[in-house]
């Protein structure tokens, strides 16, 4: 059996809780406020290879309890087709937001949770 705890009260809970019988946050959008970084564009990947990463990288996100997803993508056609696709997510509200680093335009931080 895999444990989770609540960040809020603490209480140790089965992975498949949902909501804190203790104090009745939601478990799935509970965030220490970090940052996961991955690089989906320097070994060789196509753009299609890329985005099969993003997608995985999300969905490994949303069941974490980091707030966002830092992913490189370099500055070529891999970024051009991540923003399009982020740009998707966001009008879906699969995400609630992202920006590229202003001091790196090849890396975008992808805001999962509030």
Do not use: W, Y
């Not at 019988?21 to 799935?28: F, M, Y």
Request: charged letters at 25%.
């Amino acid at each position: 059996m895999i444990e989770v705890s609540c960040l809020n009260c603490g209480m140790i809970l089965e992975m498949h809780v949902k909501h804190c019988p203790k104090c009745d946050n939601v478990i799935d959008q509970q965030t220490d406020g970090s940052t996961i970084t991955v690089d989906i564009a320097h070994q060789g990947e196509t753009v299609r290879a890329a985005l099969v990463k993003l997608d995985r990288e999300l969905d490994l996100s949303r069941s974490d309890i980091a707030k966002n997803l830092r992913i490189i993508v370099g500055t070529g056609l891999i970024r051009e087709e991540v923003l399009r696709t982020l740009n998707d997510l966001q009008r879906r509200s699969a995400i609630i937001g992202f920006n590229a680093e202003p001091h790196n335009p090849g890396a975008i931080v992808i805001q999962i949770k509030t």
